[in-house]
């Protein structure tokens, strides 16, 4: 196995700062950190300086190029939506194919109104099956009508194509992109760790939020197989 897949690196990117980190995969302890404070510029204007001084030394700790990088954006520039999309089930149960048919109804409309952005997030915050609340869809559960709430965060493409080409610089390619706000959602007395949070999320700690995956993953989960499918 290769040395480099067991570690993961973060690029924190906010008006304030900039943060880059490298955590262990197996056990999330941190193996590199180092931030700059940011004093009146565009955090894009420094991020290829920061990157230089510190790409090399975190190469040098890992014995191994970084290939790719999860980055964290706090900045008013995301864009949040929020969408309700129904369903009538004639008293059918409640199956995949039904909520493949909303979230894709609600993809295609939002993708029709964000124009030159590009989802980052996709949530769904409530399913309303006959009136009644549920975090998580019931099991076997028969409805005559289905509903789901769904947030998205969303960010213009073109700050996406701006931090690609910097990156590129580097041989670097964007992991993923995550709402700094999103992952603060999360943190807690016991996990207050943004880059571990951030690392959970990724992995699958939030069940209700649908994943966009590159589509030559295999064994996706069904969330995963939703986008992999209507990407």
């Known amino acids: 196995m290769d040395e480099y897949s067991n570690f993961e690196t973060f690029l924190y990117i906010s008006p304030e700062k900039l943060i880059i980190s490298v955590n262990k995969k197996d056990d999330l302890r941190n193996i590199y ?17 920061f990157l ?16 790719t990088i999860n980055i964290i954006i ?3 520039i995301l864009f949040p939506v929020q969408m309700s999309v129904k369903r009538s089930n004639y008293g059918e149960v409640t199956s995949e194919k039904q909520i493949i048919y909303l979230l894709n109804e609600a993809k295609n409309e939002i993708k029709r109104t964000i124009n030159n952005k590009k989802i980052i997030h996709m ?17 076997n559960l ?4 289905l509903c789901l709430d769904i947030s ?14 910097i990156l590129k610089q580097f041989q670097i390619s ?12 999360f943190l807690n007395e016991t996990q207050n760790d943004l880059f571990k949070m951030c690392q959970y999320l990724i992995d699958g700690h939030n069940p209700n939020e649908v994943k966009i995956v590159p589509k030559i993953q295999k064994n996706l ?5 939703f986008f992999n499918y209507f990407s």
């Open 152 to 165: 998205f965060i969303c960010l213009p493409i073109n700050h996406i194509k701006k931090l690609e080409e």
């Open 33 to 49: 950190l180092n931030e700059l404070m940011i004093e009146g510029n565009n955090e894009t204007d420094l991020l290829y300086d």
């Open 123 to 139: 949530i769904i915050n409530n399913y309303l099956v006959d009136n009644q609340n549920y975090l998580t869809l019931p099991n």
């Open 174 to 185: 964007v992991d993923h992109i995550s709402s700094a706000k999103y992952l603060k959602s």
């Open 221 to 225: 989960s069904f969330f995963e197989r």
């Open 142 to 145: 028969s409805c005559k009508s």
């Open 52 to 67: 230089d001084k510190n790409i090399y030394k975190i190469e040098k700790i890992l014995k191994n190029f970084i290939k």
């Open 74 to 76: 706090e900045s008013d």
